[in-house]
């Protein structure tokens, strides 16, 4: 158990982090499923493509990662030479989880044409296992690139291999996980709450089931989503994604109503990211004081793992030859 308990009455939090922050010459990152006060106090927030760019680029000597393990061990794999903690070591995902390395290997050694596009919600040995990892905000300019006769594995999340799919017309292996958070909206329930704001648009998530993802007047990442939100015509929006994401909204247009979409019986928790959760102040002071929990990466497994998220990085800003996008 990661979890770290100590009695932590009479001490300022924030101010202690703010101390150590400094002292420790460290950035903290937060990815917009952050409760909202780990947000307020994030040097940067942002989705997992513009989190990875800032861990690379960033000259503080710790990266005190507010996300989840898979987003840790990216801003390790590209950073190597920062100390990463991560607030609770415990923080996966429900699509990592699915897909384990040994039967990875297995589906890919069974497709040997195929080239496997992997969204970057998976484990670093996954990540060495693929060819190029794309996250929601870069996989379909980072598609578009592959010619159109490569057979493609994606994994792990059916659901945003299954829009891109249609998307693009292209059929794709899919490796069949889902994110808990996305599969648990109910298109009953939305459908109700648009009955009730028939004036307001659906921004959703492509981790969403299509079910969900039809009834979408945008679907995008978490960075998309929020700039949807930014200028959208109306005053309402109904958001199919982790709910903490409206704090963001609610401090860029405070004048506009932002819905998260509902679940099951139209007033569960279930869209909180649980592992997403598991991160708080207090732990996120903890591990600035100790330097622990640490994300470690044996170097091999790294290196094998940056080709194919270096290949996302190249490939999310720009275009490559035709040739260099051959079959493992
Ligand atoms: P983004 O790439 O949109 O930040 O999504 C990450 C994620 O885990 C969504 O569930
Ligand atoms: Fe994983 Fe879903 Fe949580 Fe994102 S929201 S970290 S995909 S479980």
Redesign the pocket.
């Given at each position: 158990m990661t979890v770290q308990t100590e009695n932590l009455a009479g001490i300022d939090i924030r101010a202690e982090i703010e101390r150590l922050r400094k002292e420790r010459n460290a950035v903290i990152l937060a990815?917009?499923?952050q409760k909202p006060e780990i947000q307020d106090l994030a040097d940067y927030i942002g989705?997992?493509?513009e989190l990875s760019k800032k861990a690379a680029a960033t000259d503080a000597d710790v990266i005190a990662f507010c996300g989840?393990k898979f987003m840790a061990e990216t801003a390790k794999i590209l950073a190597p030479e920062k100390t990463v903690i991560l607030p609770d070591l415990d923080a996966g995902?429900s699509l990592e989880d699915s897909c384990p390395p040994e039967k990875f290997a297995q589906f890919r050694a069974a497709h040997p044409d195929h080239i496997a596009l992997t969204y970057?919600?998976c484990s670093t040995e996954v990540k060495a296992l693929s060819d190029i990892i794309v996250?929601?905000?870069s996989a379909e300019t980072i598609l578009a690139q592959i010619p159109k006769d490569q057979k493609i594995i994606f994994g792990p999340d059916r659901h945003l291999g299954g829009y891109l799919s249609r998307k693009f017309g292209r059929e794709m292996l899919l490796w069949p996980g889902v994110?808990i958070?996305?599969e648990a909206f109910s298109e009953t329930e939305l459908l109700k709450l648009k009955a009730q704001h028939p004036a307001a648009p659906v921004a959703a998530?492509p981790?969403c089931p299509p079910h969900i993802i039809d009834h979408a007047d945008y679907v995008g990442?978490?960075?998309?989503i929020l700039n949807y939100a930014k200028s959208f015509e109306g005053d309402t929006l109904i958001v199919a994604?982790?709910p903490h994401i409206i704090h963001q909204m609610q401090l860029a247009i405070p004048d506009k109503t932002f819905i998260g979409a509902p679940g099951a019986d139209g007033q569960c928790a279930c869209n909180i990211?649980p592992y997403m959760a598991l991160n708080t102040l207090e732990k996120l002071y903890l591990a600035l004081r100790d330097l622990k929990p640490q994300v470690h990466i044996e170097e091999g497994l790294r290196l094998q793992a940056k080709k194919s998220l270096d290949r996302m990085l190249e490939m999310a800003g720009g275009t490559v030859g035709k040739g260099d996008l051959g079959a493992r």
């Amino acid at each position: 158990m990661t979890v770290q308990t100590e009695n932590l009455a009479g001490i300022d939090i924030r101010a202690e982090i703010e101390r150590l922050r400094k002292e420790r010459n460290a950035v903290i990152l937060a990815h917009y499923y952050q409760k909202p006060e780990i947000q307020d106090l994030a040097d940067y927030i942002g989705d997992s493509l513009e989190l990875s760019k800032k861990a690379a680029a960033t000259d503080a000597d710790v990266i005190a990662f507010c996300g989840v393990k898979f987003m840790a061990e990216t801003a390790k794999i590209l950073a190597p030479e920062k100390t990463v903690i991560l607030p609770d070591l415990d923080a996966g995902c429900s699509l990592e989880d699915s897909c384990p390395p040994e039967k990875f290997a297995q589906f890919r050694a069974a497709h040997p044409d195929h080239i496997a596009l992997t969204y970057i919600n998976c484990s670093t040995e996954v990540k060495a296992l693929s060819d190029i990892i794309v996250t929601s905000s870069s996989a379909e300019t980072i598609l578009a690139q592959i010619p159109k006769d490569q057979k493609i594995i994606f994994g792990p999340d059916r659901h945003l291999g299954g829009y891109l799919s249609r998307k693009f017309g292209r059929e794709m292996l899919l490796w069949p996980g889902v994110c808990i958070v996305h599969e648990a909206f109910s298109e009953t329930e939305l459908l109700k709450l648009k009955a009730q704001h028939p004036a307001a648009p659906v921004a959703a998530h492509p981790e969403c089931p299509p079910h969900i993802i039809d009834h979408a007047d945008y679907v995008g990442s978490t960075s998309g989503i929020l700039n949807y939100a930014k200028s959208f015509e109306g005053d309402t929006l109904i958001v199919a994604t982790e709910p903490h994401i409206i704090h963001q909204m609610q401090l860029a247009i405070p004048d506009k109503t932002f819905i998260g979409a509902p679940g099951a019986d139209g007033q569960c928790a279930c869209n909180i990211c649980p592992y997403m959760a598991l991160n708080t102040l207090e732990k996120l002071y903890l591990a600035l004081r100790d330097l622990k929990p640490q994300v470690h990466i044996e170097e091999g497994l790294r290196l094998q793992a940056k080709k194919s998220l270096d290949r996302m990085l190249e490939m999310a800003g720009g275009t490559v030859g035709k040739g260099d996008l051959g079959a493992r």
